[in-house]
């Protein structure tokens, strides 16, 4: 009898297309195999997935709520809609959320033109925020020799705390407290600059979607991120466990 | 009769937004004359706690009209935070970048906001009283003014990327060099624009002697004159050292840049969100003093340009010492911009002009910057301090136009004086009011790094307080 178990091929319709998929997929993968765009910022191909930002949220036939089509797995004759107007409007809604939690100031950012929010803005059609903004006073952190966090444009995604525990193998990044105390710290809620777990590899810069994580000294609009490593890496390391 | 004051609200064809009040005494005469910045905006503030690399691209966002000027002394600043040299490529490109938003800045205040009141006259009907008037009156004029402003904007952006708030100057330098395809272009721009620079000059030269009463009341008074001058005295718009000239035409010190703390102060007065500086061994007011065109061309040995030197030797020779009325201001500039643009050639020229050697990359090394310029409205001075990261912990602003603060109320005075008698208002005579405020070219949304909008208002009050007459002008 052979170890493993066969996969079993499911079929689904997403949008009113067929699809066919393997049990161990989710429908975000699914669509994207398929070319059916689902809007995502916490999702980076190549880490895990953590269903933060929730704009990938989709409509399931039968489900009374929407389900994150990045951590939900296929199911047989599950019919998705991925596109609709409640959608629509719930994701642009959440995208306002997120504006608004933050200081996100677009035209003094280091990655103005080349950040992941902004350009999910233009893409979701978000012309205004509709909530009143929170302006918190959030600190910048530049005690790192090469490297900045400046909360004010954290979006908590936590791709920098997935790159750094599954790829580094560090796990200097971690989050701390709840709601909108949510923060992602280093080591135990250290500076930086200080902490002793921390490779100084850089990966956590890179994977950002925003300005949140910056390289020292680049000036407005000069950071943009470098992400084509990040396959490679997974593959290599899986090839020799 | 009983005393009055009059308040002129909006100040019209002017940067930013402020307001006029004159006191007129029991005769009718205007016994006090204030010029009220009434715009706030607080960057020195709200820039604590961010990286000091971000702040040439944050400052210059104090102004829309010269986004370059703040670019170059904060990045300066931060070269001083860096403790580098930055290399001499970095410097002829942010030389030029300079020059090409002096060129713009003074084409819009002549032939946009000035011009209005020089072709068509002081006392013109003020609905035509504006840029349209003029292409009207004069339409080759205003596309001289508005194809000049477009030439250097036009510079900015093939330099740095864009017209307005580029990022291209960055602590340590600038972003990238400049390639051949936009040296030639900027080159082949050069001509047209001389023969813009010298029509306009001809043209106010020959229409000064209409003015005459204007130049003896607008601002004329001994004062200090202060600018940045090369080594060797010469006009400078970047780096060097500041010179001090009194009304005499006597170099009263040159000073090094960065001490400006030394011999400047500041003082804030109750009807103005705009500081007043002073120059500190004279004290307050007796250290009032002069920036900008009118006052670098005074303070200079030597302009360095073959044109440019010629028209300036003319130009020192309308007064014995120093060129004492403010109406030379829009003289000076037209001066200026031909210098511009003749210095833009020369550096262009230089064998090294493509050099791909434009940044230099460093930490922190200084916990303390201070980065000074020439704007095209005076001497910008920039200083930050910053924690042992890099993070702001204090910034000072000083603005060309709270250089000229106390001169400019001085200024308003003279002309309401001259011009405004009675309880009689006309439009021509607070047109004279504002048209004082105008040969400064102030800069409001700058030198309060603030809010607002400029246009002017006159209020009329009796001595006990009580609002008699308000006359907006637009």
Redesign the interface.
Known sequence: MSAHSPIRVKTLTIDGRECGAREDQTILEVARENNIFIPTLCNLPGLSNAGACRLCIVEVKGVNKLLPACVTHVSEGMEVTVNSERLAKFRRGILELVFAERNHVC??C?T?GHCDLQSMALTLGMTHVHFPYRYPRL?????H?RF?V?HNRCILCSRCVRVCDEIEGAHTWDIMSRGVECRVITDLAQPW?QSESCTGCGKCVQVCPTGALSE???????MSKRRQFLPYLTLMREGRR | MPRQKIVIDPVTRIEGHAKISLHLDEEGHVEEAYFHVTQFRGFEKFCEGRPFYEMPSLMARICGICPVSHLIASAKACDAILAVRIPEGAVRLRRVLNLAQILQSHALSFFYLSVPDLLLGMDSDPATRNVFGVMEANPAMAKDGIRLRQFGQQIVEWLAGKRIHPAWVVPGGVGSPLTAENRDRILAGIPEALAIATRALDWFKNEMERFREEIRSFANFPTLFMGLVGDDGSLEHYSGKLRFLDAGGHIVADYADTAYDNYLAEIAHPWSYLKTSFYKPLGYPDGVYRVGPLARLNIVDGIGTPRASQEWAEFRDLDRGAVLSSFYYHYARLIEILYALEKIEQLLHHPDALDSHVRAHASVNNTEGIGVSEAPRGTLMHHYKVDRDGLITWANLIIATGHNNAAMNRGVLQVARHFVHGNKLTEGMLNRVEAVIRTFDPCLSCSTHADGRLSLEVELRSHKGELLDVCHTR
Do not use: F
Request: zero cysteines.
């Open positions: 035209s003094v280091v103005n600190p910048v952190d530049a005690s020799e900045v400046d600059g020292k000294g680049k000036s407005v609009a000069e």
